[in-house]
């Protein structure tokens, strides 16, 4: 990896590592909603401009079916209930469910007819991924906020089955389009919703969770899909997919540093199972996708931009 790349991938980790940090900070004294509303907004307003310099808004708007698909099971849903989970769960919990992510991927492409032959690995990695999750909820959590580990599942659908309407219909749109149009799409809907359901705050809140939102836009949004495109360009697609077994330790670092949570010994084994099961359910693809690449790399030596699809990959693969 070159430098450059190692900067990119170092910086992704911890803007992709910390949203749940700040999102524990911001629902303390705001909505869920308010918070998703927020966070969409912002991230919006700074890069519409981006897309509609580079003309991508209207060939992404042209599929809005698919488009608005992708808005809801990626964005619209998870967002509220990931936000509305961490109102019950360590932050550092909610990043280590979330890695769960490529093992629901294999359900959801077996569901939409497109199943892969898995491997005696790949179901070691099912198992390892599934005994991860029952340390962390039976064991570190004693069961004992099962509503917020239900909302963490509905997020954990929600990111697997967003990558992959994304490479079945909508793999040759351009990546920055997809995710402003889909970032000003959820702020549209959020601003009923949050009048409608009394979300809107009645007071000014404090400038910790003003800030937490403004990170979130910013850093954990806008920013960080720049970087992933940069990443993606650096080093390409399936290189990228390893940070997402960076973002559960940033998180569990960020939760126990700032907000002072626990780590106990089943948060580690938790975290270990996790990520080795996500690594193995993942391997198997990454190596055939990386075979590829290199067979497309020798015959041709044209760099191009990323799709939406392969930018998708890089935060979660499935």
């Known amino acids: 990896m070159t430098r450059r790349g190692l900067i990119l991938f170092v910086a992704l980790g911890i803007a992709w590592g910390i949203p749940y940090l700040f999102i524990k900070v911001a629902v303390s004294e705001l909505d869920p909603g308010m918070v998703v509303l927020g966070r969409s907004a912002l991230a919006a307003v700074l890069l519409l401009p981006l897309a509609f310099f580079r003309r991508e808004v209207w060939s992404v708007v042209r599929r809005w079916k698919p488009m608005l698909a992708y808005t809801i099971v990626e964005i619209i849903l998870p967002w509220y209930f990931l ?25 959801i492409a077996f569901l939409m007819g497109r199943p892969e032959r898995l491997s005696r690995v790949n179901w070691l990695g099912i198992a390892l991924g599934m005994l991860g999750v029952a340390a962390l909820v039976g064991l570190d959590m004693a069961g004992s906020d099962l509503i917020a580990v239900a909302q963490m599942a509905v997020v954990v659908v929600g990111y697997a089955l967003g990558p992959a309407i994304l490479s079945r219909w909508m793999s040759d749109l351009p990546g920055v389009g997809v995710v402003a149009v889909s970032l000003a799409a959820t702020a549209v809907v959020y601003v009923p919703f949050v009048l409608f359901t009394g979300g809107w705050p009645t007071e000014v809140p404090s400038a910790a969770v003003i ?22 360009a650096e080093i390409g697609p399936v290189k990228a997919t390893t940070i997402t077994y960076v973002n559960p ?46 067979e497309a790399a020798a015959a041709e030596q044209t760099v191009v931009e990323p799709t939406s699809a392969e930018q998708a990959g890089a935060e979660r693969p499935t």
């Open 83 to 107: 936000s509305s989970a961490e109102q019950h769960l360590p932050s550092s919990t909610a990043g280590l469910l979330l890695a769960t992510v490529p093992l629901a991927g294999v359900a």
């Open 211 to 232: 800030v937490s939102v403004i990170v979130l836009a910013v850093v954990c949004s806008a920013l960080a899909f720049l970087l992933m495109v940069g990443l993606i």
């Open 249 to 294: 330790a940033v998180a569990i670092i960020a939760g126990v540093v700032v907000l002072g949570e626990r780590v106990t010994i089943w948060t580690i084994v938790g975290f270990l199972l996790v990520l080795a099961g996500s690594y193995l359910v993942t391997r198997k693809r990454q190596d055939a996708v990386a075979a590829e690449g290199a």
